[in-house]
Protein backbone atom coordinates (compact mmCIF):
# COMPACT_ATOMS: atom_id res chain seq x y z
CA UNK A 1 0.00 0.00 0.00
CA UNK A 2 1.25 3.58 -1.17
CA UNK A 3 1.18 5.98 2.15
CA UNK A 4 -2.40 7.30 1.13
CA UNK A 5 -3.68 4.12 1.54
CA UNK A 6 -4.35 3.24 -2.39
CA UNK A 7 -2.72 0.06 -3.98
CA UNK A 8 0.94 0.28 -5.74
CA UNK A 9 0.63 1.26 -9.19
CA UNK A 10 1.82 -1.93 -10.63
CA UNK A 11 2.67 -0.82 -13.91
CA UNK A 12 4.54 1.49 -13.10
CA UNK A 13 7.11 -0.89 -10.95
CA UNK A 14 6.93 -3.52 -13.71
CA UNK A 15 8.09 -0.98 -16.18
CA UNK A 16 11.02 0.86 -13.66
CA UNK A 17 12.17 -3.15 -12.94
CA UNK A 18 12.48 -4.04 -16.51
CA UNK A 19 14.50 -0.17 -17.29
CA UNK A 20 16.85 -1.39 -14.78
CA UNK A 21 17.18 -4.13 -15.37
CA UNK A 22 17.64 -2.84 -19.50
CA UNK A 23 20.62 -0.81 -18.04
CA UNK A 24 22.46 -3.37 -16.30
CA UNK A 25 22.48 -5.94 -18.81
CA UNK A 26 23.41 -2.83 -21.21
CA UNK A 27 25.94 -1.64 -18.87
CA UNK A 28 27.85 -4.77 -18.84
CA UNK A 29 27.95 -4.85 -23.32
CA UNK A 30 28.76 -1.36 -23.16
CA UNK A 31 31.68 -1.15 -20.61
CA UNK A 32 32.69 -4.86 -21.21
CA UNK A 33 33.64 -3.76 -25.46
CA UNK A 34 34.99 -0.51 -24.65
CA UNK A 35 37.53 -1.90 -21.89
CA UNK A 36 37.76 -5.40 -23.86
CA UNK A 37 36.82 -6.95 -20.54
CA UNK A 38 36.15 -10.67 -20.96
CA UNK A 39 34.66 -11.01 -17.64
CA UNK A 40 31.84 -8.40 -18.29
CA UNK A 41 31.36 -9.61 -22.07
CA UNK A 42 30.73 -12.97 -20.64
CA UNK A 43 28.56 -11.61 -17.88
CA UNK A 44 26.59 -9.38 -20.71
CA UNK A 45 26.44 -12.64 -23.24
CA UNK A 46 24.78 -14.56 -20.09
CA UNK A 47 22.39 -12.37 -19.10
CA UNK A 48 20.96 -11.69 -23.29
CA UNK A 49 20.58 -15.49 -23.21
CA UNK A 50 18.78 -15.87 -19.95
CA UNK A 51 16.79 -13.11 -21.34
CA UNK A 52 16.18 -14.90 -24.64
CA UNK A 53 15.70 -18.00 -22.73
CA UNK A 54 12.88 -16.57 -20.81
CA UNK A 55 10.91 -14.79 -23.71
CA UNK A 56 10.81 -18.26 -25.30
CA UNK A 57 9.65 -19.68 -22.04
CA UNK A 58 7.39 -16.79 -22.13
CA UNK A 59 6.01 -17.21 -25.29
CA UNK A 60 5.38 -21.12 -25.01
CA UNK A 61 3.91 -20.28 -21.62
CA UNK A 62 1.44 -18.45 -23.68
CA UNK A 63 0.36 -20.48 -26.27
CA UNK A 64 -0.41 -23.12 -24.16
CA UNK A 65 -2.42 -21.33 -21.50
CA UNK A 66 -4.16 -19.35 -24.24
CA UNK A 67 -7.41 -20.80 -22.54
CA UNK A 68 -6.51 -19.07 -19.10
CA UNK A 69 -6.04 -15.94 -21.35
CA UNK A 70 -9.87 -15.88 -21.78
CA UNK A 71 -10.62 -16.68 -17.99
CA UNK A 72 -7.98 -14.28 -16.06
CA UNK A 73 -9.31 -11.85 -19.28
CA UNK A 74 -13.00 -12.00 -18.14
CA UNK A 75 -12.44 -12.01 -14.19
CA UNK A 76 -10.51 -8.79 -14.92
CA UNK A 77 -13.27 -7.11 -16.78
CA UNK A 78 -15.34 -8.63 -14.04
CA UNK A 79 -13.02 -6.87 -10.98
CA UNK A 80 -12.93 -3.61 -13.03
CA UNK A 81 -17.01 -3.21 -13.54
CA UNK A 82 -17.13 -4.02 -9.53
CA UNK A 83 -14.99 -0.81 -9.05
CA UNK A 84 -16.97 1.07 -11.35
CA UNK A 85 -17.49 4.35 -10.14
CA UNK A 86 -14.96 4.02 -6.79
CA UNK A 87 -12.20 4.34 -8.93
CA UNK A 88 -11.59 7.43 -11.20
CA UNK A 89 -9.22 6.25 -13.50
CA UNK A 90 -10.66 2.88 -13.13
CA UNK A 91 -13.67 4.19 -14.37
CA UNK A 92 -12.39 6.28 -17.29
CA UNK A 93 -10.63 3.11 -18.39
CA UNK A 94 -14.25 1.32 -18.76
CA UNK A 95 -15.65 3.90 -20.34
CA UNK A 96 -12.49 4.27 -22.67
CA UNK A 97 -12.95 0.89 -23.34
CA UNK A 98 -16.47 0.63 -23.82
CA UNK A 99 -16.73 3.24 -26.11
CA UNK A 100 -13.64 2.06 -28.38
CA UNK A 101 -14.93 -1.11 -28.66
CA UNK A 102 -18.79 -0.44 -29.05
CA UNK A 103 -19.74 -2.77 -26.18
CA UNK A 104 -21.28 -2.69 -23.01
CA UNK A 105 -20.12 -5.16 -19.39
CA UNK A 106 -18.13 -8.26 -19.83
CA UNK A 107 -20.47 -10.68 -21.71
CA UNK A 108 -23.34 -8.45 -22.64
CA UNK A 109 -24.84 -5.44 -21.36
CA UNK A 110 -27.14 -7.55 -18.64
CA UNK A 111 -23.49 -7.65 -16.87
CA UNK A 112 -24.47 -4.47 -15.32
CA UNK A 113 -27.80 -5.29 -13.69
CA UNK A 114 -26.41 -7.97 -11.33
CA UNK A 115 -24.38 -5.22 -9.72
CA UNK A 116 -26.91 -3.79 -7.02
CA UNK A 117 -26.10 0.19 -8.06
CA UNK A 118 -27.39 -0.14 -11.31
CA UNK A 119 -29.93 -3.45 -11.15
CA UNK A 120 -32.05 -0.25 -8.56
CA UNK A 121 -32.14 2.24 -11.12
CA UNK A 122 -31.76 -0.44 -14.16
CA UNK A 123 -29.14 1.72 -15.83
CA UNK A 124 -26.02 0.83 -17.43
CA UNK A 125 -22.95 3.60 -18.06
CA UNK A 126 -23.36 6.32 -19.97
CA UNK A 127 -19.98 4.84 -21.71
CA UNK A 128 -22.51 2.07 -23.27
CA UNK A 129 -24.98 3.98 -25.16
CA UNK A 130 -24.81 3.90 -29.13
CA UNK A 131 -26.18 7.69 -29.44
CA UNK A 132 -25.09 9.72 -26.12
CA UNK A 133 -28.23 11.45 -24.93
CA UNK A 134 -29.97 12.28 -22.07
CA UNK A 135 -31.60 8.92 -20.68
CA UNK A 136 -29.62 6.98 -22.74
CA UNK A 137 -28.55 4.54 -20.57
CA UNK A 138 -31.78 4.19 -18.36
CA UNK A 139 -33.82 1.26 -18.66
CA UNK A 140 -31.72 0.17 -21.69
CA UNK A 141 -32.50 -1.41 -24.40
CA UNK A 142 -30.89 -2.56 -27.80
CA UNK A 143 -31.64 0.39 -29.84
CA UNK A 144 -30.59 2.94 -27.69
CA UNK A 145 -26.99 0.87 -25.92
CA UNK A 146 -24.14 -1.67 -27.41
CA UNK A 147 -25.60 -4.92 -26.37
CA UNK A 148 -22.32 -7.61 -26.89
CA UNK A 149 -19.63 -8.18 -24.01
CA UNK A 150 -16.22 -5.96 -24.12
CA UNK A 151 -14.47 -9.84 -23.98
CA UNK A 152 -15.70 -11.03 -27.06
CA UNK A 153 -14.45 -7.15 -28.55
CA UNK A 154 -10.96 -7.64 -27.27
CA UNK A 155 -10.57 -11.40 -28.04
CA UNK A 156 -11.58 -10.44 -31.74
CA UNK A 157 -8.90 -7.26 -31.50
CA UNK A 158 -6.01 -9.67 -30.17
CA UNK A 159 -6.72 -11.96 -32.50
CA UNK A 160 -6.30 -9.35 -35.49
CA UNK A 161 -3.19 -7.68 -34.17
CA UNK A 162 -1.27 -11.16 -32.70
CA UNK A 163 0.24 -11.08 -36.00
CA UNK A 164 1.77 -7.79 -35.54
CA UNK A 165 2.69 -9.06 -32.25
CA UNK A 166 4.29 -12.18 -33.26
CA UNK A 167 6.22 -10.55 -36.22
CA UNK A 168 8.12 -7.76 -33.32
CA UNK A 169 8.30 -10.65 -31.47
CA UNK A 170 10.14 -12.34 -33.59
CA UNK A 171 12.74 -9.43 -34.44
CA UNK A 172 13.62 -8.50 -31.10
CA UNK A 173 14.49 -12.41 -30.83
CA UNK A 174 16.59 -11.86 -34.25
CA UNK A 175 18.61 -9.02 -32.81
CA UNK A 176 19.18 -10.63 -29.39
CA UNK A 177 20.51 -13.82 -31.54
CA UNK A 178 22.83 -11.32 -33.47
CA UNK A 179 23.47 -10.02 -30.40
CA UNK A 180 24.50 -13.36 -28.79
CA UNK A 181 26.89 -14.09 -31.67
CA UNK A 182 28.96 -11.02 -31.89
CA UNK A 183 29.43 -10.88 -28.57
CA UNK A 184 30.48 -14.57 -28.61
CA UNK A 185 32.91 -13.37 -31.39
CA UNK A 186 34.10 -10.41 -29.43
CA UNK A 187 34.98 -13.05 -26.27
CA UNK A 188 36.59 -15.28 -28.52
CA UNK A 189 38.72 -11.56 -29.72
CA UNK A 190 39.58 -10.99 -26.49
CA UNK A 191 40.32 -14.41 -24.62
CA UNK A 192 42.61 -14.73 -28.03
CA UNK A 193 44.67 -11.06 -27.80
CA UNK A 194 45.51 -12.64 -23.86
CA UNK A 195 46.34 -15.34 -25.55
CA UNK A 196 49.20 -13.35 -27.76
CA UNK A 197 50.34 -11.05 -24.81
Avoid at 72 to 78: A, S
Wanted: hydrophobic letters at 45%; proline letters at 3%.
Amino acid sequence: MVADGTPPPWGDVAIMVVGIIIFFVSFFGCCGAWKESYCMVTTFAVLLSIIFLVEIAAAIAGYVFKDKVRTVLEDGLWETMRKYGEDAPLTEAVDRLQEDFHCCGANNYTDWSSLERFRVNDTVPRSCCRVNTTNCNVHPTADTIYIEGCQKGIEVWMKKNILIVAAVALGIAFFEILGIIFTCCLMKGIRSGYEVM
